[in-house]
């Protein structure tokens, strides 16, 4: 029996003889768990670990394969909360696996009959692999969990919206409580245009200062303003312009969205939705809102964002610049959370639409800072931080989708339409005129043959 099984009945006597059987088994442990115990141990156990095993490694190989032709299937799937639950338990169970097996295996190997020089070794070796393994598997189900969090706690478990004219048009909204102010205040508003098959993408950047302000046909805020938010002077607010409109709904009108937080949205946000809608003439499906209040711990997560600073700007200080703490100088600069969000915040000597073009410079160096390194490494605190900072009624199940369609967007060259003087009089906008030009940029006439 020893010669027809030397494994499983090894010549115990023989020092040498144990310590190769020692090291084939936990090598084998590592490439096919499962295998020691079939071959030296229990045979059922063992078969459970090579099933396993082989289901494991059919999954791997299937959402490879299935990556390479569809990714958006698999992103799409890997962003679903029921998809993450499953892939937490899954790996959990693994984990737990891998230690049952690997401490087995070193039952198996009998280590007091091994060479004494080699005893320490082949535990070593199988303790290593043992805390590896089993620890990765224990990570990603943390990271399963921690991704299942944030993606229910950002993005909405609404229906999808189909393209409107073949479009899918996005408020994108810079949220600032800032020092001194009275809640929260949308700043940055801008409108991203994405064509739904192509991702070519138009960006419409929208000044705060436009009065008065029209809203979509049908909004609660026409009926209230029929001439248009600010016309003659008239809202509930101490500055009539188009920000404020989130501002006075809050305070004083959310009673006319009572279903916003079912959508995963704020009275204030819709009422934004229907003034921009008014603005450019575009149906706006789905709104993204990013808090600069919580803005310094995105940037820090993500380990700082490089800006090519054009001018030089104070940290800190009011409007007459007194109390500036610091500055950022012009050049190349790798900022922290802390400067990135006075990169962002800073009015001072410059004006609000010099501000409104840093902000979405910013918003841009951020999107390029989300590449696989960098989220594998810092995925916790990015989702922590994401939770914080971001907020949209974009529904979770549309996730791979826009997935694959920002791949496409980023391939392509972004247009940016700015409704800012000398072309646009926020003081007295032309709205026939700001329709036009929207149009003309999404859809831009064909050239001929």
Same mark, same amino acid.
């Given at each position: ?49 090579? @099933? ?367 409704? @800012? ?29």
């Amino acid at each position: 029996m020893t010669i027809a099984n030397p494994i499983r009945y090894p010549n115990t006597g023989s020092r040498d003889v144990m310590t190769r059987r020692g090291w084939w088994l936990v090598v084998l442990n590592l490439l096919i768990p499962g295998s020691a115990q079939v071959l030296a141990g229990n045979r059922r156990l063992g078969r459970f670990g090579l @099933v396993t095993t082989l289901i494991l490694w059919l999954a791997v190989i299937t959402i490879v394969v299935v990556y390479l032709i569809k990714p958006t299937a698999v992103v799409g799937f890997f962003t679903q909360t029921l998809a993450l639950s499953v892939l937490q338990v899954v790996l959990v169970l693994y984990a737990l696996l891998w230690i049952v097996l690997t401490l087995d295996t070193l039952r198996l190997v009998r280590l007091v009959k091994a060479r004494p020089s080699a005893r320490a070794g082949i535990a070593a070796f199988a303790v290593v692999l043992l805390v590896a393994v089993s620890g990765t598997a224990a990570y990603g189900a943390v990271l399963a969990g921690s991704a299942r969090g944030a993606l229910s706690g950002i993005f909405s478990a609404a229906a999808s919206e189909p393209p409107v004219d073949g479009r899918y048009n996005i408020m994108l909204l810079g949220g600032d409580a800032g020092p001194g102010r009275e809640g929260m205040r949308p700043d940055s508003m801008s409108v991203l245009s994405i064509d739904a098959n192509t991702g070519k993408a138009v960006s419409i950047g929208v000044p705060r200062d436009l009065d008065p302000v029209p809203f979509s046909d049908g909004s609660p805020m026409q009926k209230l303003y029929p001439n248009g938010y600010g016309y003659n002077d008239t809202c509930d607010v101490d500055v009539c312009q188009l920000n404020s409109i989130y501002t006075e709904v809050e305070l004083y009108k959310s009673k006319l969205y009572p279903d916003a937080t079912k959508q995963n949205s704020e009275p204030g946000i819709e009422a934004m939705r229907d003034a921009l809608q008014g603005v450019t003439g575009l149906k706006i499906q789905y709104y993204v809102l990013i808090d600069m209040d919580g803005f310094q711990q995105l940037v820090d997560a993500l380990g700082g964002v490089t800006i090519d600073v054009k001018e030089k700007l104070p940290i800190g200080g009011d409007a007459q610049g007194n109390g500036v703490t610091g500055w950022i100088y012009p050049g190349v600069q790798h900022m922290n959370g802390y400067t990135a969000q006075w990169y962002a915040r800073s009015r001072e000597s410059t004006s609000d639409y010099d501000r409104m073009a840093r902000q979405r410079e910013l918003e841009d160096a951020i999107l390029k800072q989300f590449t696989p390194v960098t989220v594998a490494t810092k995925f916790q605190d990015i989702a922590k931080a994401g939770q914080q900072v971001v907020k949209t009624d974009i529904p979770q199940s549309m996730l791979g989708y826009f997935a694959d369609l920002g791949m496409k967007t980023r391939k392509l060259p972004v247009q940016n339409l700015e409704l @800012v003087p000398p072309t646009v009089d926020p003081a007295d906008p032309d709205y026939g005129q700001i329709h036009s030009m929207v149009q003309k940029a999404v859809r831009p006439p064909k050239a001929s043959s």
